[in-house]
């Protein structure tokens, strides 16, 4: 199995970016809550915390335990979340850049150089950005963004859950599972769910 290494950031580190950012973000398929970045700059002499792999790949213990050693390690890390209701209006496209841009704006220092999953960000000089593809399961810093963006996420759903018992988002996390799929059948939509997404097809609920 592949894992994640600093060989992306060894590199920038040797031509003088000191503060490599590494960003990735989560939930941006769910029918239900919002969308979720997280971003991480390790120091240049971080010795990698064992285990760190994309956050798909771990269990929820696993990422729990990972996301506290993260933050302890980190140089700076913070997450970034963009609400159902800017997702209905905007898409999930938009408001996954916006999310990029509110973890980045929610750092206590601005970074040298970005490492993002798969695409550029928005509004930000290309010059100093490499979209990698898999990047969270090759790239370290990407790796541990997804994680702590991940388990924050996951703490939100399991709040939202309380509210809206019906849909078990404390389990699902507001993916299109078959179980939340007949949810929505039998309840219909709340809202919290992205009705942008077009979950009609789940349901007889005028939209």
């Known amino acids: 199995m592949i894992s994640p290494t600093l060989d992306f950031e060894t590199q ?3 031509q003088g970016h000191n503060l490599v950012c590494g960003l990735d973000e989560v939930g941006r398929g769910s029918f239900a809550g919002p969308v979720v970045t997280g971003c991480v700059i390790f120091p240049s002499n971080i010795i990698l915390p064992k285990g760190i792999k994309d956050s798909k790949l771990l269990t ?3 990422r729990e335990e990972l996301s506290v050693i993260i933050k302890k390690e980190a140089l700076y890390w913070a997450v970034g979340e963009i609400d159902v209701t800017c997702i209905n209006e905007v898409g999930i496209g938009e408001a996954t850049q916006l999310a990029f841009l509110k973890a980045i704006e929610n750092l206590k220092q601005t970074p040298d150089y970005y ?13 100093k950005q490499k979209p990698i593809i898999g990047g969270d399961k090759i790239c370290a810093t990407i790796s541990a963004a997804s994680i702590i963006a991940k388990v924050y996420r996951d703490d939100l759903m399991r709040e939202l859950h309380k509210e809206y018992p019906q849909y078990n988002w404390a389990q699902n996390k507001g993916y299109g599972t078959l179980e939340h799929r007949e949810a929505i059948k039998k309840y219909g939509l709340c809202r919290i769910h992205r009705k942008s997404f077009n979950l009609a097809r789940f349901t007889n609920e005028d939209l």
């Open 60 to 62: 929820p213990k696993k």
């Open 12 to 14: 920038l580190w040797s």
């Open 115 to 127: 490492l993002i999953d798969a695409f550029f960000i928005k509004n930000l000089d290309r010059g």
